[in-house]
T-cell receptor
Framework: AQSVTQLDSQVPVFEEAPVELRCNYS??????LFWYVQYPNQGLQLLLK??????LVKGINGFEAEFNKSQTSFHLRKPSVHISDTAEYFC??????????????FGTGTRLQVTL | EAQVTQNPRYLITVTGKKLTVTCSQN?????MSWYRQDPGLGLRQIYY???????DKGDVPEGYKVSRKEKRNFPLILESPSPNQTSLYFC?????????????????FGEGSRLTVL
């Protein structure tokens, strides 16, 4: 079985400051990793994904994440946030061996609150 | 426009009154799934479907039913809703097992249906 831990339920940050949202996973097999973003009153949309290759993955809106296999982490970063980045962010993992969305496991989410 | 459409977006009902939340996707996706989102618990999978007439339980299937008679539609049925089913529900779809990456877990979500059971 796999699990995802998002250590921070809320992260307040000032506009133009850098931010890191932490994600750790646990799995007995190799995984695919994802970050989804949920803006207020909307569904989730894919921010970025790690499937293979370079461990530094770039996504939309200036976000990036780094896969660290030894630390089983996939932290999300942005060097300078904007008010419009205020949203809830979900880390998710799926089983590489079965390669199926049926086993996509989500973390509990981190609410990023950007203020002036 | 590629999308997943859920209806209704908001619903208040009473205990025991059967209801159906519809979900339709126009991307010819094989895979569809229902999640519920609750504060502090993230998203939990209710049911999923790998293809037409193929459905399976997720992590929290109790009190729900689904059907997949057509590829594009995947309704969620609450036969006898109870207050603990008050939640925000999301339908999602994804490509099937074809393609180089197979079905990697990239999901396309609807905008959500907020259900309150009194």
């Amino acid at each position: 079985a796999q699990s995802v831990t998002q250590l921070d339920s809320q992260v307040p940050v000032f506009e133009e400051a850098p931010v890191e949202l932490r994600c750790n996973y646990s799995s007995s097999v190799s995984v695919y990793l994802f970050w989804y973003v949920q803006y207020p009153n909307q569904g989730l949309q894919l921010l970025l994904k790690y499937l293979s290759g370079s461990t530094l993955v770039k996504g939309i809106n200036g976000f990036e994440a780094e896969f660290n296999k030894s630390q089983t982490s996939f932290h999300l970063r942005k060097p300078s946030v904007h008010i419009s980045d205020t949203a809830e962010y979900f880390c998710a993992v799926s089983d590489r061996n079965t390669g199926t969305a049926s086993k996509l496991t989500f973390g509990t989410g981190t609410r990023l609150q950007v203020t002036l | 426009e590629a999308q997943v459409t859920q209806n209704p977006r908001y619903l208040i009902t009473v205990t025991g009154k059967k209801l159906t939340v519809t979900c339709s996707q126009n991307m010819n996706h094989e895979y569809m799934s229902w999640y519920r989102q609750d504060p502090g618990l993230g998203l939990r999978q209710i049911y999923y479907s790998m293809n037409v007439e193929v459905t399976d339980k997720g992590d929290v299937p109790e009190g729900y039913k689904v059907s997949r008679k057509e590829k594009r539609n995947f309704p969620l049925i609450l036969e006898s809703p109870s207050p603990n089913q008050t939640s925000l529900y999301f339908c999602a779809s994804s490509l099937g097992s074809s393609g180089i990456w197979g079905n990697t877990g990239e999901l396309f979500f609807g905008e959500g249906s907020r259900l309150t059971v009194l």
